[in-house]
DNA sequence: ATGCGTGCAAATGTTTTGCATTTTG
DNA sequence: CAAAATGCAAAACATTTGCACGCAT
């Protein structure tokens, strides 16, 4: 509720979150949200799962996977699909604090993070006029960053 | 050239550009271009595929997928990901003539179109900013549609 | 006839599911 | 101790690739 989201705050809150849920604290779904609450941008299940066994953390990809999907599912994570084959997840902080979109790199594949205050107020805008219930957006911009973009083919 | 980009007017351009590419005009390509000119929203490979086939028409799953990556690489069609797990494709018409994004159902998984034009202003305002040379973009809107928001629950 | 484009089948990569076991409350 | 979570392996999907053959040029 405080103004207080920094960056570990999302892990504590989250996790707080789940056993008021009445879910149980262990292993593998801390780990994970421990995991995610020190990153700065989206990662894959599999980037997630690498780190936790290269830190030594016995965990499977199925349990990440399950994890990735509930938080999701109950609004602690997004999940970004940038359209490589694989979705990608992130943190939501409380009160849209960090809220942001994406960049792509269509030849290096590198992903950025951006956020303009005045395409949110016109994605709020067309929110209101859909007549959905709108819970989310996702935006992806993609081109060729500052060093491809010099040497970028136009064809084949 | 002209202005008559018709719904129709997509496949024949976008065969007739294969064709001055040096392209063939055979069966698969020719089948699934003009499936994607017939279309009013974007299509997943296996529907495609699946219409084709009801169609009588014998092709490869894997035609399909080729076509499509080759008709995405060069501008033809857009690939949309809407976050199921599967990749969306629908033309790209000259001009930008029916540009638009999406709405998707997290309910029901429907998907829709629209357009707004001053969220093309904010979004063609911010890509001058970020420094890449922006190619393309995709908003996504997720919630519940007017027919599932009423009964939507919040959790679980 | 030449070779691009195709269909099929097998390979690849991602995500999900089944199940026995461990862990938490 | 009971139920929830987990890890592993196998299954289910989505997409790509290898290859021999057929069809436009």
């Not at 405080?2 to 056993?19: K, P, Y």
């Not at 849920?21 to 990662?43: D, K, T, Y």
Request: glycine share 10%; charged share 25%; proline share 1%.
């Amino acid at each position: 509720m405080s103004a207080a989201t920094e960056t570990t705050g999302w892990a504590e809150a989250t996790i707080a979150s789940l056993l008021a849920r009445g879910h149980r604290n262990s292993g593998a779904r801390r780990a994970v949200v421990e995991l995610l609450g020190r990153q700065r941008c989206c990662l894959t299940a599999q980037e997630i799962f690498d780190q936790l066994r290269a830190g030594g953390r016995r965990v499977g990809i199925a349990s990440v996977y399950r994890v990735l999907e509930q938080l999701s599912k109950d609004g602690y994570v997004q999940r970004i699909d940038i359209g490589a084959g694989t979705t990608r997840f992130e943190p939501i902080y409380a009160g849209g604090e960090h809220h942001h979109h994406h960049l792509v790199c269509d030849d290096c594949g590198k992903v950025e993070a951006f956020a303009d205050d005045q395409l949110e107020r016109a994605l709020l805008q067309v929110e209101g006029r859909t007549g959905y219930s709108v819970a989310g957006h996702d935006v992806v911009l993609r081109g060729a960053c500052r060093e491809c973009a010099p040497r970028t083919r136009t064809s084949s």
